[in-house]
């Protein structure tokens, strides 16, 4: 049974915060709550249902429910019920049993083999001995480690904003953050030691130089000191200065000359990082082929402002009643991120080239729309930031059985499959049909927001008859869709009907 549409899903369990150390799990002697509910924010229901006990009776039949009680917010989240839909719901329905192993995702970085294509990107996650090393303790494939940089970084406080989602977490993140506030010395060492620590983690070291010599430089010292391969910053959107950051990604002839530097000082693989801040992506990409760009990296985050506070009038961060320009990054992003990607993997210069991308990747279902659209391997900052290095477990677990489902041997047989199917612009999109909407009568409770809608925002298609029941003009409808999208039951999906124009 393939994991979509969800049984259960994070609407079913928005009050939980999923602590660090829950208290639930202290409450329950036989299940660990806190795994279960991650799961299933995560979009792994299957997966939570498929590590339930095999007992005779399920322990929350007769529990009473002290992990409810125990929760940081007492009696607010349905612990109970949640286990006992994957108990008699989800595991019964679930077709596919857990993969015996995680060899389905064995990958590689241009050649370099990878246990599993998960990467942190270059940032605060990836900045420090202790924290790559619990990352790689976690699952996590290797690290791209924060832009290492001959520059004297002293950061502003705070440095980070954030669009809030409904349990109070994130979906958009801002960040005025710079580069490694270690010296270059400091770096190498670090790179060191976690390379004779875990020599079989995958290390891609960012860098960043002011010139030729020093991008080349930088390159070697990376590759003498146990980087597996260079990412080349040409994207960080808050490196203001002239000839840094996003400031190169934006002119194809400086990625060209940096990257040729870079490529002279090492013979490990290259990979530039284009920024979104640019117009298209294309001219730098191929500059930066030209340059001998061994593959690409992409997103970095997109020049944003935001939080504008109404008594201030300072946007967020406010550092001393000031703020700044930053990069936004988050799931709100995937869609730009998404676009990138699928532009860099069309390009003809790039067949044969890796990609690595990254940009909003929350879930598996989210990295695998990446990998569809020509991402080999993937990178994630902002989720961690959030939820922490553990959802490295989802983003395996949920993955792999997914490939289990659909029959594939391994993670490398889904890149690019979405790309024949995409277009740059919807001109070539076939228009001579309509396909209505259908209504599922038992999930509809009469709110009718779809009729607001249509009337408002459609073709006054739609009305409610005295039941409360959605009834569809069909002269009038022209198959936009919008009713399937803002149903709060998901009554209103596609339907099977359409219908040449001619014949209306």
């Not at 770096?187 to 002011?210: E, H, T």
């Not at 801040?277 to 990409?285: D, I, K, L, R, S």
């Not at 003809?348 to 690595?356: C, D, F, M, Q, V």
């Not at 940009?359 to 729309?369: C, F, H, M, R």
Request: proline share 6%; glycine share 8%; net charge neutral.
């Amino acid at each position: 049974m393939i994991q979509t549409p969800a049984m259960i899903s994070r609407s079913d369990m928005i009050r939980c915060v999923l602590c660090a150390d829950a208290p639930c799990d202290k409450a329950c002697e036989i299940l660990k709550p806190s795994d279960l509910l991650r799961h299933i924010w995560f979009g792994n229901e299957q997966v939570a249902a498929q590590k339930l006990p095999d007992l005779e009776l399920n322990p929350c039949v007769t529990c009473a429910a002290r992990c409810e009680h125990a929760c940081v917010r007492p009696g607010e989240v349905p612990i109970r019920d949640l286990v006992n839909r994957l108990y008699y719901q989800v595991k019964p329905a679930a077709e596919t049993p857990l993969p015996e192993d995680e060899s389905r995702l064995v990958c590689d970085l241009c050649g370099i083999p990878m246990e599993n294509p998960f990467l942190l990107s270059s940032s605060v996650v990836a900045s420090s001995y202790d924290m790559c090393a619990r990352a790689f303790e976690a699952g996590w494939a290797g690290a791209c480690y924060k832009t290492i940089c001959s520059m004297d970084i002293h950061e502003a406080s705070p440095r980070y904003a954030a669009t809030a989602g409904d349990n109070g977490g994130f979906t958009g993140f801002k960040n005025i953050e710079q580069l490694s506030r270690n010296n270059v010395e400091e770096d190498m060492a670090i790179l060191r030691r976690l390379k004779k620590d875990y020599p079989k983690k995958l290390f891609l070291a960012s860098i960043m130089g002011q010139n030729e010599e020093e991008w080349r430089a930088l390159a070697r010292r990376c590759e003498e000191n146990g980087a597996d391969a260079v990412e080349l910053n040409f994207s960080c959107p808050n490196m203001a200065e002239e000839g840094l950051g996003s400031d190169i990604g934006a002119v194809p002839e400086l990625v060209e000359r940096f990257t040729a530097a870079a490529k002279s000082g090492c013979r490990i693989p290259v990979l530039a990082k284009l920024t979104p801040n640019a117009g298209p992506m294309t001219p730098a990409a191929e500059a930066a082929f030209r340059g001998g760009a061994d593959g690409l990296a992409a997103i970095n985050t997109v020049k944003s402002v935001m939080g504008i506070n109404i008594h201030t009038y300072v946007s967020a961060p406010s550092v001393h009643g000031h703020s700044a320009v930053g990069g936004y990054s988050g799931n709100a992003v995937k869609p730009i991120a998404l676009r990138f990607v699928s532009e860099l993997a069309q390009n003809p210069l790039a067949k044969g080239k890796h990609i690595t991308a990254m940009g909003g990747v929350e879930t598996w279902q989210d990295a695998l729309e990446f990998m569809l659209l020509g991402g080999g391997t993937i990178q994630v900052t902002t989720a961690v930031m959030q939820y922490g290095y553990r959802i490295i477990d989802d983003l395996k677990a949920g993955l792999n059985l997914y490939l289990k489902e659909k029959g594939f041997s391994n993670v490398r047989q889904l890149i690019g499959m979405s790309l024949d199917t995409l277009h740059p612009n919807t001109d070539t999109l076939e228009r001579d049909t309509v396909l209505f909407p259908a209504f599922i009568r038992e999930r509809c409770i009469g709110c009718g927001r779809c009729e607001i809608s249509c009337a408002d925002g459609g073709h006054q298609a739609i009305r409610l008859d005295e039941a409360r029941r959605p009834i569809l003009d069909g002269k009038r409808c022209v198959g936009c869709h919008l009713c399937t999208l803002v149903c709060p039951q998901r009554a209103v999906v596609p339907g099977h009907k359409r219908v040449a124009l001619t014949n209306r």
